[in-house]
Nanobody
Framework: QVQVVESGGGLVQTGGSLRLACTASGRTFTMAAMGWFRQAPGKEREFVAAMTWSGRSTYYLDSVKGRFTISGNNDKNAVYLQMSSLSPEDTAVYYC?????????????????????WGQGTQVTVSS
């Protein structure tokens, strides 16, 4: 079992930046990938970014490419989401997730059903 905890959300103005952090604990040696999802009010949860834990392959939602960067630190069992050029459309609760499932195709890591550990979420609010 893996547990994840997010931190780093907050209020920022349009065009600003925020860095989210997620720390994993438990059976972290079983992790295959970690990812970030978000859910805005009245909308379904959507994939934002993911990174495989061994090969460090990364995947992004098209609308965040070039603005968001996912990175990881094996020693700390942590993954980060650096967000820049934020807009009000990025306002959401951001969730960190981890999966112990290994897939040969990166598309699987963009699906929420792939992940078996979820954090409580951290609010990101971008004011206009």
């Amino acid at each position: 079992q893996v547990q994840v905890v997010e931190s780093g959300g907050g209020l920022v103005q349009t065009g600003g930046s925020l860095r989210l952090a997620c720390t994993a604990s438990g059976r972290t040696f079983t992790m295959a990938a970690m990812g970030w999802f978000r859910q805005a009010p009245g909308k379904e949860r959507e994939f934002v970014a993911a990174m495989t834990w061994s090969g460090r392959s990364t995947y992004y939602l098209d609308s965040v490419k070039g603005r968001f960067t996912i990175s990881g630190n094996n020693d700390k069992n942590a993954v980060y989401l650096q967000m820049s050029s934020l807009s009000p459309e990025d306002t959401a609760v951001y969730y960190c997730a981890a999966t112990t499932l290994h897939y040969p195709v990166g598309a699987y890591y963009q699906a929420s059903r792939t992940y078996n550990s979820w954090g409580q979420g951290t609010q990101v609010t971008v004011s206009s």
